[in-house]
């Protein structure tokens, strides 16, 4: 069910921009409307990455570690106030920026609010999918991301069937998907009780044992000591991967004219990654709880099985998509996309290939975050970023397209080695906490 719900999000994304492209593009040309669409869902989706899915990670990591060890229960009020303090901050900055992005950046008033409400919804969105995965609730999480995805297209398709028209009735469903997705949640609540009921004579047992104080102990370690501090790095994890994503867009738009059709088509040739790594997210979100006490439980060795095979898998993927690319990458990106572009199939298919390498480095990355080892990994991630985006303001490479595919399959090869080397290092210690 995580594996079909993030998957269908991957092709309802893919599916949501195509329709998009049909009905703001003009005579197969890129329009500004379409452009700025893409400015904005790039914008906000580097900001949702970076403020929330470290919490999505913390819980995640932290519930299924409790899980393993055999405490019972986690307190949410740190985590809590983290997510809180990250979206008041947010607010803190956007609000009085309201006309600078509103005018330079989104050029509508309407996709400022759009970027606003959405980011802010997605704080409880995030919360939530970081608590589901903990408990390994994966069905609910993967319906939880197929609403989010199914509600953004029906706008859409909406305006598609002429109930709606225009950008703004379009770009509505990036704001309203995370109030949709929030349907699930009261069914995971009503699984936890009864799981926890069924659980409840041990859990007692254990918390009357001599054992109890240093449980509870461990609990506020791992909340108040070193939550910020796990926080903190995966920020800037999910900070340099978004960079890897949408620096190509942003650099571009910010260097041309509002009415240059690049940052579109740049976005359109980025979506062949970004398809995958939503696609991915499925493996990442069951990957970490499952690695978080794997190697405490199980031993080194299983702990190596369940990479080897993920990165095996990885390369044979990345391998068919940069063939298929090959083979016909530009027919597909013309008829998807309708514009006249002559996208290059050697180059699209080097985007494969940094692609492969990107989801590698994101199974090498959960492998340092269940072993401790997240600042390091964070180091590694923001080196990569700051390289990618040196490379595409160098101008090395006239054309900014090919310029792109180059160097997001160079900047994915260096971080992928960076943390093969770091997982061959192992763990600093056996009982390391990632949190």
Sequence with gaps: MLSIGIASTGVLTLAYFAIAGHLLDRGGIVS?????????????????????????????????????????????????????????????????????????????????????????????????????????????????????????????LAAAVGITHGQSAIAIGIAAAPFVSLVVVPAAFASRATRERDAAPATDAALEGPAAEGIEEAVSDLSIRRGGGFAVSVSAIQLAEQTLLNAAVLTIAATNISSSPLPGLVFNVMLITRAPLQLFQAIQTSLLPHLAGLEVTRGRAAFARAIRLTVLAIAAFAIAVAIGLLAIGPFVLHHVFHNGYAYSRFGLALIAVGMGLHLSAGALNQAALARGQATRAAALWLAAAAIFVGWMLTGVIGDQILRTEVGYAGAAGLLAAGLFALYRRGSPTASASAT
């Design 32 to 156: 500004p409307q379409y452009s700025h669409l893409d400015v904005l869902w790039s914008v906000m989706f580097v900001i949702i990455s970076v403020i929330y899915r470290p919490i999505e990670q913390l819980l995640s990591r932290t519930i299924a570690d409790h899980r393993a060890r055999g405490i019972a229960g986690l307190p949410m009020r740190i985590p809590i106030t983290i997510q809180g303090a990250f979206a008041l901050v947010f607010l803190l900055v956007a609000l009085p920026l309201h006309g600078e992005l509103a005018d330079h950046v989104f050029h509508s008033d309407t996709l400022y609010w759009i970027f606003v409400v959405g980011i802010v919804a997605y704080a409880a969105s995030y919360f939530a999918r970081g608590w589901l995965a903990g408990h390994k609730y994966f069905a609910l999480y993967g319906g939880l991301v197929f609403m989010e995805s199914v509600s953004r297209i029906a706008f859409a």
